[in-house]
């Protein structure tokens, strides 16, 4: 059985950092593919950053670029997303996805919608707020 679960979200003022987990379980792509996403409020669903597991290979947005990094363990299975220097327009909810590396990159980079993909987390909700 597949499974995402995201965790590591809260409250945080401007200027601070977060790190968010994506557990992983269950998955057999190869190359496999994680990535995060987030949704703010009356906003689309938009790509982040992904990770190839196999390789280590990272792809990122452009806009959040140096501001959030993207990791694993691939013996725990966890997939992080470090998040920096935060800002209030980060609000929103954070989910973590699964896919081959290749459709997500292009998930990411806007080439496919992201309805296409077909794991999802939950989601854990991030507010950056005084």
């Known amino acids: 059985q597949v499974q995402l679960v995201e965790s590591g979200g809260g409250l945080v003022q401007p200027g601070g950092s977060l790190r968010l987990s994506c557990a992983t379980s269950?998955?057999?792509?190869?190359?496999?593919?994680i990535g995060w996403f987030r949704q703010a409020p009356g906003k689309e669903r938009e790509g982040l950053a992904c990770?190839?597991?196999?390789?280590?290979?990272?792809y990122y947005k452009d806009s959040i670029q140096g501001r959030f990094t993207i990791s694993s363990d691939n013996v725990k299975k966890v997939v992080y997303l470090q998040m920096d220097d935060l800002k209030p327009e980060d609000t929103a909810i954070y989910y973590c996805?699964?896919?081959?590396?290749?459709?997500?990159?292009?998930?990411?980079?806007?080439?496919?919608?992201?309805?296409?993909?077909?794991?999802w987390g939950r989601g854990t909700a991030v507010t950056v707020s005084s």
């Open positions: 269950g998955f057999t792509y190869d190359p496999l593919g």
């Open positions: 996805a699964a896919d081959r590396i290749d459709p997500l990159i292009a998930v990411l980079r806007g080439a496919i919608p992201h309805r296409h993909v077909p794991h």
């Open positions: 990770i190839n597991i196999k390789d280590g290979n990272t």
